[in-house]
């Protein structure tokens, strides 16, 4: 029997066979259920023991049938979607009977009911033992009636009220007017009845399968210093820990393996002894393991795969929102900065209102590093690399329209505005072009129709 706390009055939350032969069931207080069963043995499950242990048997199920649904009101009842499953199997009383003996092997005792309705079989699994296939509704809806309901997890006063009256099975429940059952015995009661009346029937709602956490690095060359592979080590760590924590898990193991020339796999399996997300933590543990592994050989390749168990809240908490960078420790590197080359020696780039390139930024002094803010943009700007004052060009290597001009023209004209009746010379008229150079690189230049030469203004990187 498992109970929520060691406690008399905790109540109880799952029962075996015997124990609810001796009238025990679900939500009974610990103290009135040893009234009941003097040599009755309880203990406690943490939640995390049980998440694990139903995300292992859906895993385990997903090998037979992809859609695998697991109860969130009683852990340890899954659905599964056995249509079409006849013609990889010689019966479904077959398939049933492998999905079985496959949990058995991995220590699970399971019952396995195949049938039409999610009431249907989750009454029959109560009263049966080892596999069952239902032939079709008429059987499954005979066999839900007779189940008794003390094996259909209704609180002890609803089942002693029921009790009172003879109604002792579905089929006695089915028979009372649906309108009072809420009304007289609560709504586990009201749900039961329309469950078993087929009034609240939902779809299956397969729980969609995660991807394992895991990394692969191929190292340029063999590796066979320590220090040098905890380092390439940690550049796998950190993405597995980045995986982890969105999904509100901490990692309880870390299978690590080393690939030693182009031979066989070392293997290594860590385990913290709390679930953690502090990637220093876990590094100083794989540091202690490579100090006890020869790998003279040479380490080729690396592969970790990193298992996730429900983190704590506080562990979530400890996690930082935005970045990893230390933003007050740049400040203080700049504040040092200024300190030895002056006020003007620690500049950022602002963007201003401007028509001519050089005039639409500009630069001011930068007290406090800020964490960036990234915008969405249709297209990304070609020129990454701008000079502030465009570089007379002493001769010209490329003619525009030939195949060396990547692009352009682009045809840049200002100043006229602001004095409509000066001459055209007064202003600026530029003809922008993207060249290519002798190796491949673009550069952004530019003719200057009032001075009448080049100019270099930027590259492309």
Known sequence: MVVAEDTPQSPVLW?????????????????????????????????ADVARAVRAVTDALRRFSPHVEPSADEPGVLWLDASG???????????????????????????????FTRFGTYAAAQVTRGTRVLADPDEERAVGRRVSLRHLRLPPDTLDALGRLG????????RLPAGGVLERFGPAAERLHRLASGDLWT???????????????????????AQRLLFAVKHVLHPLLARLAPRGQA????????????????????RPASPTLDAVRLADLVRLRLDAVRVDAGVTEIFAEAAGVPAAPDQLALLPEHSSRDVEAGTRALDR??????????????LRDGHLPEARFGWEPVAHLRLPRPRSVGMRPLVRRIFERPVPLKRYVAIPGEPSAAGGPFIVSGGWWACPACPAPDGAHRTYY????????????????????????????
Request: hydrophobic letters at 50%; a neutral charge.
């Open 85 to 115: 499953l006849e013609r990889l199997h010689s019966s479904l009383a077959e398939w049933a009977e492998a999905v079985r003996t496959d949990l058995a092997h991995a220590g699970y005792d399971a019952v396995i009911v195949v049938g």
């Open 15 to 47: 029962v075996n066979a015997p124990a609810r032969e001796a009238g025990i069931a679900p939500g009974l207080r610990y103290a009135a259920a040893l009234a009941l069963a003097p040599h009755l043995r309880a203990g406690t499950v943490s939640p």
């Open 434 to 461: 993207f060249l290519e150079g002798t190796h491949g690189e673009l550069r952004w230049v530019f003719y200057d129709a009032v001075r009448r030469r080049w100019y270099l203004h930027g590259r492309v990187e």
């Open 251 to 270: 990692l309880a193991a870390l299978d690590l393996r080393f690939r030693l020339g182009k031979g066989e796999w070392s293997a290594h399996l860590i």
């Open 167 to 174: 109604v002792r099975t579905v089929d006695d429940l089915l």
């Open 203 to 225: 779809p299956l709602v397969p729980l969609p399968a995660t991807e394992p956490v895991r990394r692969h690095l191929v190292l340029d060359a063999p590796e066979s210093d």
């Open 337 to 350: 900065l200024r300190a030895r080359y002056g006020d003007g020696a620690v500049v950022g780039a602002v």
